[in-house]
């Protein structure tokens, strides 16, 4: 037993990767023999991390989630940013050029109604939590757009990390739901064309979050969210803390 758990202990990354795709596969089947694909797999494998996580904090003591645990330490990395990233690279490289030019204007329709539609909605949210200041309103709006661009203007502008946490709070929620709504809503609202994955990515904007609920949905259009998605964030760290700010002062002082 001692000799198993050094050898689990060296190989972190690996008992990561055997962690998440057990519980993929153990929800993917759930899925379909008992609720006959009512509720995605996906969602289910979400839910079940989340609460894996909470307890991984609470036995671990820290704020990591499962990382927290000795055995569970791979979970850090294989959750990190770096995988993130490539995965979201790796999917956009899949996309059709020729598609992407065809949606051309629709998806600049797209970036521009999300980001202006959930910057407003999280300055909203700020506002009615007593925030008045122009640097925590705009920060929090920039949060709501994505998890990235709220802590980008949160730094640019120079709030405080109280304001830049809430951002980052309240872009990991937008991230959960868009991650378990997506695949439940997507025939109501259409979404099985690369068009209208881009239009989707584009008004979402969470790259993770549009990512993971397209593949659920079908891993064809994941390539076609992600591109849009990811200049979201990209064009949400340089209007939010610049366009968007100035907005923002000028109506509260």
């Known amino acids: 037993m001692n000799d198993l758990m050094q050898v689990l202990d060296k190989n972190g990354l690996i008992v990561a990767f055997l962690l998440v795709g057990t519980l993929t596969w153990i929800t993917d089947w759930f899925s379909k023999k008992v609720l006959n694909s009512r509720i995605p797999g996906s969602a289910l494998a979400i839910f079940l991390a989340l609460f894996f996580g909470y307890l991984g904090g609470v036995f671990g003591g820290g704020e990591k989630g499962l990382a927290d645990l000795q055995l569970f330490k791979g979970l850090s990395v294989l959750g990190g940013s770096m995988f993130r990233d490539f995965a979201i690279v ?69 709030a405080s990390s109280e304001v830049i946490a809430l951002s980052i709070g309240t872009g990991v929620v937008k991230t959960i739901a868009v991650t378990i709504f997506t695949p439940i809503l997507a025939k109501k609202i259409g979404l099985k064309t690369a068009g209208s994955a881009m239009a989707f990515g584009g008004i979402m904007g969470t790259s993770s979050g549009v990512a993971a609920g397209l593949a659920a949905t079908d891993p064809r259009l994941v390539p076609y969210g992600a591109v849009t998605a990811t200049f979201y964030t990209g064009l949400g760290c340089l209007v939010c803390p610049s366009v968007f700010y100035l907005f923002i002062k000028i109506l509260v002082g």
């Open 90 to 158: 790796a999917t956009a490289i899949g996309a059709s050029f020729v598609l992407i030019k065809k949606s051309g204007i629709l998806g600049l329709i797209s970036l521009v109604l999300g980001i202006g539609v959930f910057f407003i909605a999280g300055v909203g949210l700020a506002w009615a939590f007593g925030y008045r200041d122009a640097v925590s309103l705009c920060t929090i709006g920039a949060g709501a757009c994505t998890y990235i661009v709220g802590p980008v203007t949160g730094g640019a502008l120079g």
